[in-house]
């Protein structure tokens, strides 16, 4: 008997009973289910049962957390991290709103330049902006005397911690920004021109109200990522300690794994809390633009656009400065007494200091990062939403299977690298896990890195799956064709381009990650972020710079070359969405 074919209006195709494709298709679905509980979910009950354990193993019950909150100098570093955190979204999230304002809602020239220069903190480690900090404010500052004018009197501590977060989290809260401020009904602000309203009064009655939840939620990614973040604390912390310093300096310094356990579920409270408001707050947001809505075009006003313009540029740089003071003092021969340029601090740490090698494992961790995660997010993204059965009636396994791979993909987002490097050693150093040989191995690094943005890459895939009709499905299961075929020959083909920006992403972000690896790595898999914390402790600061300055010109060329790829494949695989006429 011939297969049934489903009806056009069907997400997906109904068939007599179950095809051997099908079973495949549960089967690398189950795969993928399997590998997000041993690279993810396993290590984080590992982090939850070593915060219940007294020393021996036993059972602590909540011993552990008494004993830390009787503690003043760890609940010191809880005070630290949230106030710091508040102040720097206070700051920054201004700062990128009036700037995303700028791009959307202006006429002033240049906003692609202005736009690019706000990523160069996404290209760089984290800790570079902090690197940079002391050689403008630390005792050897250039402007160590302009800032002890104002009554700081040194950069180390919460005032470089409050300003190098600023430089870092500005691009993430821009986008978020950017792309709130974009969705704008012009016939409200025409409708308010009619009526004779101020800017000011437009300002406050449709343009805030409209972004609201882009505020909102930008507000909450800066307060994670802030405090979350490693590699700023304990460049340019000094004696301030905060949450994420006090992990590293429990488990690695102490190896009082018990409260290291504790620290990291304080770390990861907040930010579970953040992605559970956030997930709120996208329920309760509104369509902004309808089918019958105007796009809104800015209109020119000098004076206006005038301003517009000396803002961006006063931000521009003040990010290049950034920049800019970390490129000059790694060729600097010896700050501040020889300013010649030179290539020593280069020698230094790419021969001397070994880093050398430790770039190239941070090359290969990010090649493969890109390759494999692409291919693993982008794979399990499809068979997510596009495999066939499961959510017929009948199908309760296959319907329980996407659930669960649905909840662990988005895991990932409320969990901060620094916790689920933890995860990694509590569960694949334990005596016993046949897994064990991966640990400290450029693969674990791999995979804890995947892990660790597996959420926006399978929200970028997803997004781009859904956009496809489900009639492709429909027609391959009609004519018996395996659901791999049409996978192969018309999914990918048309998702190449968001394969590449998923790469891309991945790439990016594992060259310059820090948190998620400082647990992880032995001296032959050191990468280079990491290599750049040892040579700051070892006082080599324009080393560090040299080595930080190098993973930034890496991501630059990874970028540009990411970027000619995507042009590449638009004009040989996307020729069909070019309208001819």
Same mark, same amino acid.
């Given at each position: 008997?011939?297969?049934?074919?489903?009806?056009?209006?069907?997400?997906?195709?109904?068939?007599?009973?179950?095809?051997?494709?099908?079973?495949?298709?549960?089967?690398?679905?189950?795969?993928?289910?399997?590998?997000?509980?041993?690279?993810?979910?396993?290590?984080?009950?590992?982090?939850?049962?070593?915060?219940?354990?007294?020393?021996?193993?036993?059972?602590?019950?909540?011993?552990?957390?008494?004993?830390?909150?009787?503690?003043?100098?760890?609940?010191?570093?809880?005070?630290?991290?949230?106030?710091?955190?508040?102040?720097?979204?206070?700051?920054?999230?201004?700062?990128?709103?009036?700037?995303?304002?700028?791009?959307?809602?202006?006429?002033?020239?240049?906003?692609?330049?202005?736009?690019?220069?706000?990523?160069?903190?996404?290209?760089?480690?984290?800790?570079?902006?902090?690197?940079?900090?002391?050689?403008?404010?630390?005792?050897?500052?250039?402007?160590?005397?302009?800032?002890?004018?104002?009554?700081?009197?040194?950069?180390?501590?919460?005032?470089?911690?409050?300003?190098?977060?600023?430089?870092?989290?500005?691009?993430?809260?821009?986008?978020?920004?950017?792309?709130?401020?974009?969705?704008?009904?012009?016939?409200?602000?025409?409708?308010?021109?009619?009526?004779?309203?101020?800017?000011?009064?437009?300002?406050?009655?449709?343009?805030?109200?409209?972004?609201?939840?882009?505020?909102?939620?930008?507000?909450?990614?800066?307060?994670?990522?802030?405090?979350?973040?490693?590699?700023?604390?304990?460049?340019?912390?000094?004696?301030?300690?905060?949450?994420?310093?006090?992990?590293?300096?429990?488990?690695?310094?102490?190896?009082?794994?018990?409260?290291?356990?504790?620290?990291?579920?304080?770390?990861?409270?907040?930010?579970?809390?953040?992605?559970?408001?956030?997930?709120?707050?996208?329920?309760?947001?509104?369509?902004?633009?309808?089918?019958?809505?105007?796009?809104?075009?800015?209109?020119?006003?000098?004076?206006?656009?005038?301003?517009?313009?000396?803002?961006?540029?006063?931000?521009?740089?003040?990010?290049?400065?950034?920049?800019?003071?970390?490129?000059?003092?790694?060729?600097?021969?010896?700050?501040?007494?020889?300013?010649?340029?030179?290539?020593?601090?280069?020698?230094?740490?790419?021969?001397?200091?070994?880093?050398?090698?430790?770039?190239?494992?941070?090359?290969?961790?990010?090649?493969?990062?890109?390759?494999?995660?692409?291919?693993?997010?982008?794979?399990?993204?499809?068979?997510?939403?596009?495999?066939?059965? *499961?959510?017929?009636?009948? !199908?309760?396994?296959?319907? +329980? %299977?996407?659930?669960?791979? $649905?909840?662990? &993909? @988005? #895991?990932?987002?409320?969990?901060?690298?620094?916790?689920?490097?933890?995860?990694?050693?509590?569960?694949?150093?334990?005596?016993?896990?046949?897994?064990?040989?991966?640990?400290?191995?450029?693969?674990?690094?791999?995979?804890?890195?995947?892990?660790?943005?597996?959420?926006?890459?399978?929200?970028?895939?997803?997004?781009?799956?859904?956009?496809?009709?489900?009639?492709?499905?429909?027609?391959?299961?009609?004519?018996?064709?395996?659901?791999?075929?049409?996978?192969?020959?018309?999914?990918?083909?048309?998702?190449?381009?968001?394969?590449?920006?998923?790469?891309?992403?991945?790439?990016?972000?594992?060259?310059?990650?820090?948190?998620?690896?400082?647990?992880?790595?032995?001296?032959?898999?050191?990468?280079?972020?990491?290599?750049?914390?040892?040579?700051?402790?070892? *006082?080599?600061?324009?080393? !560090?710079?040299?080595?930080? +300055? %190098?993973?930034?010109?890496? $991501?630059?060329? &990874? @970028? #540009?070359?990411?970027?000619?790829?995507?042009?590449?494949?638009?004009?040989?695989?996307?020729?069909?969405?070019?309208?001819?006429?």
């Amino acid at each position: 008997m011939s297969a049934v074919l489903a009806p056009t209006t069907s997400p997906l195709p109904v068939r007599q009973g179950a095809h051997w494709s099908d079973r495949v298709a549960h089967a690398a679905l189950a795969v993928v289910a399997i590998a997000l509980v041993v690279f993810l979910a396993l290590p984080l009950g590992a982090i939850l049962l070593h915060a219940v354990q007294g020393p021996g193993g036993e059972f602590a019950g909540l011993r552990n957390f008494l004993d830390y909150a009787r503690n003043p100098a760890l609940l010191s570093s809880l005070w630290n991290s949230f106030w710091v955190s508040t102040v720097v979204t206070a700051i920054a999230v201004p700062l990128a709103f009036g700037f995303a304002y700028a791009l959307t809602r202006s006429c002033m020239p240049c906003k692609a330049l202005f736009r690019g220069i706000t990523l160069v903190p996404l290209l760089a480690p984290s800790l570079l902006s902090a690197i940079s900090l002391i050689y403008w404010f630390g005792n050897q500052g250039v402007l160590k005397a302009w800032m002890q004018r104002l009554g700081i009197e040194q950069i180390y501590g919460a005032p470089g911690i409050v300003l190098g977060e600023c430089f870092a989290v500005f691009p993430h809260a821009l986008m978020i920004l950017v792309s709130a401020l974009s969705l704008a009904d012009a016939r409200l602000y025409e409708a308010a021109d009619a009526l004779g309203t101020s800017r000011a009064r437009k300002f406050f009655t449709i343009t805030l109200p409209g972004a609201k939840y882009g505020l909102i939620s930008a507000a909450l990614v800066t307060f994670t990522l802030v405090v979350t973040d490693f590699g700023i604390p304990k460049v340019i912390g000094g004696n301030f300690n905060v949450l994420a310093t006090d992990v590293f300096k429990l488990v690695i310094g102490q190896q009082d794994f018990a409260k290291g356990a504790v620290v990291a579920i304080l770390l990861l409270a907040p930010a579970v809390l953040t992605f559970g408001v956030d997930q709120y707050v996208s329920r309760r947001q509104t369509a902004m633009l309808t089918a019958r809505a105007v796009p809104y075009a800015p209109k020119a006003a000098r004076g206006f656009d005038a301003g517009m313009t000396a803002y961006c540029c006063v931000v521009a740089f003040l990010m290049l400065a950034m920049l800019g003071m970390a490129v000059f003092a790694s060729f600097a021969s010896f700050w501040p007494y020889n300013l010649t340029p030179s290539l020593r601090h280069y020698v230094l740490g790419l021969v001397d200091a070994e880093v050398g090698t430790a770039f190239l494992n941070s090359l290969a961790m990010a090649a493969g990062t890109a390759v494999f995660g692409a291919v693993v997010v982008f794979c399990g993204a499809y068979l997510l939403e596009k495999s066939p059965g *499961g959510r017929e009636p009948g !199908a309760g396994p296959v319907r +329980v %299977l996407r659930g669960l791979v $649905s909840a662990l &993909a @988005m #895991l990932p987002m409320a969990v901060p690298g620094l916790v689920l490097g933890l995860g990694y050693i509590f569960f694949y150093n334990a005596p016993g896990n046949p897994l064990g040989g991966l640990y400290q191995t450029l693969t674990l690094l791999t995979l804890c890195t995947v892990v660790h943005f597996y959420t926006t890459g399978h929200l970028t895939a997803v997004t781009s799956l859904k956009s496809l009709d489900s009639e492709f499905e429909a027609v391959s299961a009609s004519l018996k064709v395996p659901f791999f075929k049409t996978f192969w020959r018309v999914t990918v083909p048309i998702c190449l381009p968001t394969l590449v920006d998923i790469a891309r992403y991945f790439f990016i972000n594992a060259m310059t990650t820090i948190s998620a690896v400082v647990f992880l790595y032995s001296p032959e898999t050191k990468v280079a972020s990491i290599a750049i914390l040892n040579l700051d402790e070892a *006082g080599e600061m324009g080393a !560090a710079a040299a080595m930080a +300055v %190098l993973i930034a010109a890496a $991501s630059t060329a &990874a @970028m #540009l070359l990411f970027m000619a790829i995507a042009w590449w494949i638009q004009r040989r695989t996307q020729a069909w969405r070019t309208v001819t006429r």
